[in-house]
């Protein structure tokens, strides 16, 4: 256990809160994400179609029974880290068919193959019926599909059909969730940027032919989208929802998975409108994108964002941490910068060293120590030794005290 951490008392949500407006603070805040937020005094369900960050019985509960991802949390918990709970828009307003209402959807089958779990949703459309089918697996807190919605031009006209209005979004759980959480951190709001809602109609394939071969079409459902996506976030900020508003999906556009030109087109515009929404009202924004960010961040900075994560250096990303500072000007929040992928494999004294070379002597302002990933099933021994080494280092060379 890192020595002294008793006497940096400054509760997580001011912490965080600091930090994301580059003030002084005790210590950098140190963000466990994703399933660490999931289960314990967080099992209230906030239900959101075809989402990995649905809890579910079923592929998640693993994060109670498991020993090791206790262990995690407890200690966590016991040195007073920070709490960024990622929060789901309630009633399944925000999903990535095109956001239609979820009036318009309907579970129709779920069926069981050893321990995976498959289901079956229709969508009413004027036109007719459209169908997903979407599965997951025993243990194991992702989800993936077997059959997308839209799998011709009929399809996307028959969900275009769809009337729109906004339905209602109960802040209960936000409220309850709150209140559970008090001063320990933050909640941020999961808010999916538009491409995203039209990827996720389609095969990836189909997509990227979409964004090759008809960007008409591609502006058209991004158009709509956006404009959906900017009433959930209108009617959340409305109800006072939210700490941080976090823009999901913007990824896919970068490469080598899409060419950096579909990102200026067709994910800066929407973004830019979104953070100035979540700006009137006072709120911080965030953007959330793995992968090879380095044309991309410029423009993110022009979009006014507070906060970007994570940071990944090559192979998986091409950006390391003391670069994306240099190009940021350290004027935004950067949330990062241990690589998942060395805390499954690297010792506990290896993951110390990286955590010293991030922060001993560094600018603090301004950063969230974390992971650039999170468990999805049953934590080993050496990733929970190494979790447990993050975060006693976060604290040890992440205090600001004179």
């Known amino acids: 256990m890192a020595a002294g951490y008793e006497m940096q008392a400054m509760p997580g949500r001011e912490r965080i809160i600091a930090t994301l407006r580059g003030q002084k603070t005790d210590r950098v805040p140190i963000w466990l994400r994703d399933q660490f937020n999931y289960g314990g005094d967080f099992r209230i369900r906030n239900e959101k179609i075809l989402d990995v960050l649905l809890l579910?019985?079923?592929?998640?509960?693993?994060?109670?029974?498991?020993?090791?991802?206790?262990?995690?949390?407890?200690?966590?918990?016991?040195?007073?880290?920070?709490?960024?709970?990622?929060?789901?828009?309630?009633?399944?307003v925000c999903n990535r068919l095109l956001c239609i209402p979820p009036s318009r959807i309907s579970l129709t089958d779920t069926r069981f193959t050893g321990n995976q779990m498959y289901s079956n949703y229709e969508v009413y459309t004027p036109k007719g019926i459209l169908t997903t089918v979407t599965a997951c697996e025993k243990d194991v807190s992702t989800m993936w599909n077997v059959k997308y919605l839209v799998e011709s031009q009929d399809d996307i006209a028959k969900l275009l059909?769809?009337?729109?209005?906004?339905?209602?979004?109960?802040?209960?759980?936000?409220?309850?969730?709150?209140a559970i959480l008090g001063d320990r951190g933050v909640l941020m709001m999961q808010i999916d940027t538009p491409?995203?809602?039209?990827?996720?109609?389609?095969?990836?394939?189909?997509?990227?032919?979409?964004?090759?071969?008809?960007?008409?079409l591609l502006r058209d459902l991004c158009d709509?989208?956006?404009?959906?996506?900017?009433?959930?976030?209108?009617?959340?900020?409305?109800q006072g929802m939210g700490t941080i508003f976090r823009l999901n999906g913007s990824e896919q556009t970068t490469p080598p998975m899409n060419s950096p030109d579909i990102y200026e087109k067709f994910v800066y515009p929407y973004e830019k409108k979104l953070i100035e929404k979540i700006h009137e009202y006072h709120k911080f924004a965030a953007v959330h994108s793995h992968g090879k960010i380095s044309r991309n961040l410029p423009l993110m900075l022009d979009m006014g964002l507070d906060?970007?994560?994570?940071?990944?250096?090559?192979?998986?990303?091409?950006?390391?941490?003391?670069?994306?500072q240099k190009i940021s000007e350290s004027k935004i929040t950067l949330a990062g910068n241990v690589q998942f992928s060395e805390l499954e494999t690297a010792d506990p004294s290896t993951i110390d060293m990286q955590v010293r070379l991030l922060l001993e002597g560094k600018r603090k302002d301004h950063v969230i120590?974390?992971?650039?990933?999170?468990?999805?099933?049953?934590?080993s021994d050496r990733l929970r030794d190494n979790y447990i080494?993050?975060?006693?280092?976060g604290i040890r060379y992440g205090s600001m005290e004179e």
Not at 203 to 208: G, S
Not at 389 to 393: C, E, K, P, Q, T
Request: glycine share 2%; with cysteine.
């Open 56 to 92: 579910s019985d079923l592929s998640d509960s693993w994060v109670d029974a498991d020993p090791n991802m206790q262990a995690i949390i407890k200690y966590h918990r016991r040195v007073a880290g920070d709490i960024i709970r990622e929060f789901v828009v309630p009633n399944k």
């Open 161 to 178: 059909s769809i009337p729109y209005k906004l339905e209602s979004i109960d802040d209960t759980i936000y409220r309850q969730e709150d």
């Open 195 to 216: 491409i995203i809602t039209v990827s996720g109609l389609m095969r990836f394939e189909e997509f990227l032919v979409m964004c090759l071969e008809d960007q008409l």
């Open 224 to 238: 709509i989208a956006f404009d959906r996506i900017m009433k959930i976030v209108e009617k959340c900020l409305e």
């Open 307 to 324: 906060m970007l994560d994570p940071i990944e250096p090559p192979p998986a990303g091409d950006l390391d941490f003391e670069e994306a």
């Open 369 to 379: 120590l974390n992971a650039t990933a999170s468990p999805i099933t049953f934590v």
């Open 389 to 393: 080494a993050m975060v006693d280092a």
